[in-house]
Each structure stands twice: as C-alpha cells, then as structure tokens.
C-alpha cells in the first residue's frame, strides 16, 4: 500500500472571500438594537481596525468541546481552541497544530506537533494533550457526541467509539514522545477520512489543565461552560446568553498575533443582518444558517457599495424528522414525504436558492447518487397511501418547529398546509433551537424540522447508526448499520461510492427523514476587511483567521 504523506504547509490569508458557514439549524436570538453595546463594540463601523463584529443569527447550545451537536457552538469554539489540521477546501489539509499527518499503511497514523505551540496560561501543548482529549471521548463515563469520529481507532467500540467499562485508555493511541502521537485504526481506512474527521474535527484539549476532571463531570466543568485555557488565536472574555461572545487576540499565539486585537459576534435577528451590514455595524455575516441573509434582504444586500458578497452551494440540509416510535408504519411517512411540496420550499421561498434532496448528500458530495430521484410532490399518491395503512386520521400529531431560520418556520407553515391537505391532523409548536434538542433527544415529537451539516466525508453514523449522537427519529435498521460500517472502514473511494449509493437507497425506502432543502449560503463581508475572510468551506470557515485585518494587509 502506497504511503501517504502529508506535510503542512501554513498559507497567507487570502483576499476577501466570503464565508460558507454549514448550519446544524438556525434558531432565533434575542439581540436588540437598544442591545447593541453589550456586544463589546460601538453599534457603527468598527473602531479603528480594533473590533472585527459578525453577525450571527444562532445562540450557542453548547460550548462543550465533546459534546457539541449545534454549528454555533463549533464554529464559537474555533476562535479560541485548534484542531490538529485546518481545511480551508474540500480535502485540502493545513496545519493548526500538527504539521505533519502521515501513514505508509492506512492504518498506522504518525502526527508531529508544532512544537512552537502553546495554551493559553503558557503550558506547551504536548502529544499528551492529543491522548486526553481522545480518551476523554472514549471513556464509558463521559457524555459526548464524538464518540462515531473516533469509532475507527484500535480497541474502541467500533460504532459509539467508547471503551469497555472499566478501561481508561485507547491501546490504538500511543504517545511517542512529547511532540509525537501515533493513532492506529482497527483496519485500514481512507486517509482523508481521519484527517477530516479526527485531524480537523476534533479540538484539542489541554490536560494538565482538565486532568483532575472526572470524566462523568465534564459536561458540567467550568471549562465545558466556556473554555478558560486555549489554543487557538483568541481567547473568550466575555459571554452574554443568546446576544453576544466576546475575544481577544492572544499575543503569545504560535502562528503569530492576530492583526485584529478583538472580536465580537453578535447574535441578531435574521431581518437585522442586511441593514447592519449597510451601516457598517458589523462586518461580516457567519454564513449558512447560523448567519443567513434571508432570500428578500439578497437583492438590497448585493447592491451595497461597503461590502463583497458570495453566493455558495452548501453541503448542509434542512430535513423533517419522523419519529419512528410514533409513527412505525413507512408506509404513513412515505404518505407523508409524498404530500410535502418541495418544489413550492425552493421556488417560492428560496427563489431558487436552494436544491432539493432526500438524504444527507447534496450536489457539493462526490458520494450523492444522481442517478435516485427525490421522492416526488404527489398528493394523490399521498392520500391513497394513507388510505391503505391502519393509521387513524384522528391522531393529531405534534409538529415541532425551531424558531429563527425565517425560511424553514415559512416552511414549516407550507408543510403543515400540505398535510392537512392529505387528511393529517398536525398541530405545530415553535420553540428555540435549545428547547428544540432537548425535545428532539426526549423523543419528546411526531415530525420535527432541524438541519444538519455534514462533512465532505460521507460517514453519517452519528445520524443514521443505532447508536449515532443524533439519532433523533429512533430509526434502527441492521442493514444501514452494516452499509455505514462497511463505508467507514473502506479505503477504497470507488467502493465506498458504491457502499454510500446503497445506503441512500435504503434511507430513501425506510424514510426515518426527508431531506426537504439545501439552501445557498449568502456570504458577506465589509471591503474593510481588506486581508482574510472565511473560507466557502464549512470545515475551514476562519482559516488564516490571525491574518485578517482591516486597511492595507
């Protein structure tokens, strides 16, 4: 088997392109105007190069490192805490805090540290550091969503990615010595696979500064509620709920002083995003769903004069949600995708902003099958399926819809029309995003809308497994859990396109979801910003973020 070497190379930033920022979904913040001030800057242009403001349209769930299952509180936490990689492009790899990522088996993965880089109380970051936080995951007393990601690794449960009970340490992680760490999986798979999902995924966490941490009290240690001892360029100073985060530029940082000294996301109402823009009060929206320009503001927002604006194909996906339990028979949610008029989603709401899919693949995957047609608006189908099924019309089902993506709750509204149109009795509640996870974890629903964002990599256990973190439908199929098993450890990328082409077939006939939309991401950023910008890509969205600035670069 041919070696595959990855030696890293640091980039310059590139020169303002704006940000593709994939959401899990997009729900409602509190901020005000009268608010403006708590987000640590003036409500106008920013001051003198100081304050870089973004608009953000996503609270955080969670700042929890391992257990993140909302955008937001990923893409918060990448200010301040590095991955082992960066990927700024689809399978384009650059180092955070690795600078090489090797294997001559596909199997065995040598990764070297920078040995420059540092925490933010001074302490070096060691392969040590890599260790804990994998450990962490795996260990049978720790809650976490990042247990599928390393579920590949050497003596871990090949599906939840934890250790036996009683058992501390993954034997398929071995530290080298203090700037080398060696993972070996338990057969071998695709190269990209780990360096995407383990090398750019998962964020380094310090030991020496969580060690003392029972694993089983993590989720509710100072450091899951907002992050005290850091990696990244920035560290957090201050959090306000659900209206702003603040941070400041570490000087001490290893890739060098960010240019920008501090930065502010603001957490806005959608509608408030394209007027801020054009007065200068932020500079910059996140992107995708967490930062999305609604579809009526694009047309005032690409004629602004300040800003660059970009207009991106995503791989996220807004999907509906059938929980099995409640709804067993197929043949009722097959009834159902039937009765949904998507069509009417993209064209009408979406202006043609969007595409419609069924799964988890959008036309940005290499692994979509082309050749499997989405399931199509029939709503006489619709009403002759029900009509053969034992289900009762009488059942009012409850139709759980989270607040603050102003397309998906008009959706939700296209949705609900559609269905009763067919014989459902539906009634809808609306919620926020928090509330919306706590439900969707509780089974606590009949139909659900939420979004996803999916990695170029096309394994999609944590969602579809028995066992996956965001399993929400209930949905268990022997098969599905053999194809994802078979696609995970594949190597070969022809296979495993053959692998994933199957498991969409089976999703698209066991329907535990619909995929209703993928949207195109609207990405702004003031010509203030003169060097940087996120990236289109959601994995290396603040790519080069230390060589941002304002003015000349």
């Known amino acids: 088997m041919s070696r595959s070497t990855l030696h890293l190379r640091r980039t310059a930033g590139a020169a303002v392109p704006a940000a593709v920022v994939l959401a899990l979904a997009a729900c409602g913040g509190g901020f005000s105007e009268g608010q403006a001030d708590d987000a640590g800057a003036s409500t106008g ?11 953000n349209i996503n609270p955080v769930a969670s700042f929890n490192p391992i257990n993140q299952t909302d955008v937001a509180g990923q893409w918060a936490n990448e200010f301040a805490l590095d991955s082992l990689l960066d990927q700024p492009e689809p399978l384009e790899f650059t180092p955070e805090l690795a600078t090489s990522f090797d294997t001559e088996d596909n199997q ?9 880089a540092t925490w933010s109380d001074g302490e070096p970051v060691t392969s040590a550091d890599v260790a804990f936080t994998l450990n962490l995951i795996a260990n049978p007393e720790s809650v976490t ?4 990601s390393i579920s590949s690794l050497d003596g871990v449960d090949p599906v939840t990615g934890k250790l036996p009970q009683g058992e501390t340490e993954i034997p398929g992680v071995t530290v080298v010595d203090e700037q080398t760490v060696e993972l070996k999986t338990a057969q071998p798979v695709d190269p990209n696979y780990i360096r995407e999902i383990i090398g750019s995924r998962l964020f380094i966490l310090p030991a020496h500064h969580l060690k003392d941490v029972p694993p089983s009290d993590f989720g509710e240690s100072e450091f899951a509620q907002l992050p005290d001892v850091t990696s990244g360029p920035y560290t957090f100073t201050k959090y306000t709920k659900d209206v702003s985060i603040e941070y400041a530029a570490r000087e001490d940082y290893y890739e060098g002083t960010p240019k920008i000294p ?3 996301v ?4 959608a509608s408030n995003l394209a007027g801020d823009l054009q007065a200068g009060a932020i500079q910059m929206n996140s992107g995708g769903g967490i930062g999305n320009i609604p579809v009526q503001d694009l047309p005032t927002v690409e004629g602004l004069d300040n800003v660059t604006t970009r207009i991106d194909e995503t791989l996220g996906v807004q999907f509906i949600e059938f929980n099995v339990e409640t709804i067993p028979d197929v043949t009722v949610r097959r009834a159902m995708a039937h009765a949904i008029n998507r069509d009417q989603i993209v064209d009408q709401l979406l202006q043609g902003n969007g595409q419609i899919v069924d799964g988890p693949y959008t036309s940005q995957s290499p692994y979509l099958d082309t050749g499997l047609e989405p399931l199509a608006y029939d709503p006489d189908l619709a009403r002759d399926l029900l009509k053969d099924t034992d289900f009762d019309e009488d059942t009012k089902l409850r139709f759980v819809v989270p607040t603050g993506n102003a397309i998906r709750e008009q959706s939700a509204d296209i949705i609900l029309q559609n269905l009763k149109a067919v014989g459902f009795q539906v009634e809808q509640t609306n919620v926020d995003f928090p509330t919306l996870l706590t439900m969707a974890e509780k089974g606590d629903y009949d139909m659900l809308l939420i979004g996803n964002t999916f990695n170029l990599d096309p394994d999609v256990t944590f969602m579809y497994g028995t066992q996956g973190s965001s399993n929400y439908t209930g949905y268990s199929s022997e098969r599905v859990d053999q194809l994802l098993a078979e696609g995970k450890s594949e190597p070969d990328t022809e296979a495993r396109t053959k692998i994933y082409h199957e498991l969409q077939a089976v999703l698209q006939e066991d329907l535990p979801q619909l995929g209703l939309y993928s949207d195109h991401t609207a990405s702004v950023v003031s010509k203030d910003v003169t060097n940087g910008g996120p990236t289109p890509f959601w994995r290396g969205s603040l790519a080069n973020l230390p060589t941002w600035s304002f003015g000349a670069s």
Do not use: Q, W
């Open 266 to 269: 603001r957490i806005m109402p």
């Open 108 to 116: 065995t993965y040598t990764i070297s540290l920078d040995p420059k």
């Open 262 to 264: 501090s930065v502010a």
């Open 45 to 55: 242009a920013a001051a003198a190069g100081e304050t870089l403001i973004i608009g």
């Open 145 to 148: 969503s990042l247990g599928t």
